[in-house]
Antibody
Framework: QITLKESGPSLVRPTQTLTLACSFS??????????VGWIRQPPGKALEWLAL???????RYSPGLKTRLTIAKDNSRNQVVLTMTNVDPVDTATYYC?????????????WGQGILVTVSS | QSVLTQPPSASMTPGQRVTISCSGS????????VVWYQHLPGTAPKLLMY???QRPSGVPDRFSGSKSATSASLAISGLQSDDEADYYC???????????FGGGTKLTVL
């Protein structure tokens, strides 16, 4: 059974760096085709894909946020970390960690419960 | 502004059939398979359909998907009150090298 759980701060000040961690179990990030990604949903708005880390350490980012995002694997733990620099109140959202299936580029078959992050001074 | 275009809302009475559209372009739906997610209030989104028309285990066959050229559709027959949710389409975009989502369709069961 695949599980993912997000952790990180619930409140971040504008211009700071947001760091979110995704702890996962039930699969290996070394399996060909598999990935771990991040998707967010601002209050009252649509889902927005942010980043994806593939089994071979290839990284993909949302073009509009690419300069602010970094996704990386913590090799000592089953964890994927997303950092977002220079946050703004518009970055207030529920952030979801997702498992990308081995097949299907946009197929996220397991989701974490989500973590609400508020950006405010 | 979402790359994939969905109607913001849809509604139908219980027992009826509703269809939700998703319009894209040659760089996304035109070249890649479409995925659909169901997002119930207060829960994490759930994979509802993949590879255009394949249902994951546990998804009732009341849900069906289709794709033609640069558009896709999700159909729900025998509508139930539990189907009231937001529905999102998604696909990989070869030009953007990114996953793109639709703006979501809020389904109301009258």
């Amino acid at each position: 059974q695949i599980t993912l759980k997000e952790s990180g701060p619930s409140l971040v000040r504008p211009t700071q760096t947001l760091t979110l961690a995704c702890s996962f179990s039930g699969f290996s990030l070394t399996t060909s085709g598999v990935g771990v990604g991040w998707i967010r949903q601002p209050p009252g708005k649509a889902l927005e894909w942010l980043a994806l880390l593939y089994w071979n350490n290839d990284q993909r980012y949302s073009p509009g946020l690419k300069t602010r995002l970094t996704i990386a694997k913590d090799n000592s733990r089953n964890q994927v970390v997303l950092t977002m620099t220079n946050v703004d109140p518009v970055d207030t959202a529920t952030y979801y960690c997702v498992h990308k299936a081995a097949v299907g580029a946009a197929m996220f078959d397991s989701w974490g419960q989500g973590i609400l992050v508020t950006v405010s001074s | 502004q979402s790359v994939l275009t969905q109607p913001p809302s849809a509604s139908m009475t219980p027992g009826q059939r509703v269809t939700i559209s998703c319009s894209g372009s040659s760089s996304n739906i035109g070249r890649n398979s479409v995925v659909w997610y169901q997002h119930l209030p207060g829960t994490a989104p759930k994979l509802l359909m993949y590879a255009n028309n394949q249902r994951p285990s546990g998804v009732p066959d009341r849900f069906s998907g289709s794709k033609s050229a640069t558009s896709a559709s999700l159909a729900i027959s025998g509508l139930q009150s539990d189907d009231e949710a937001d529905y999102y389409c998604a696909a990989w975009d070869d030009s953007l090298k990114a996953v793109v989502f639709g703006g979501g369709t809020k389904l109301t069961v009258l």
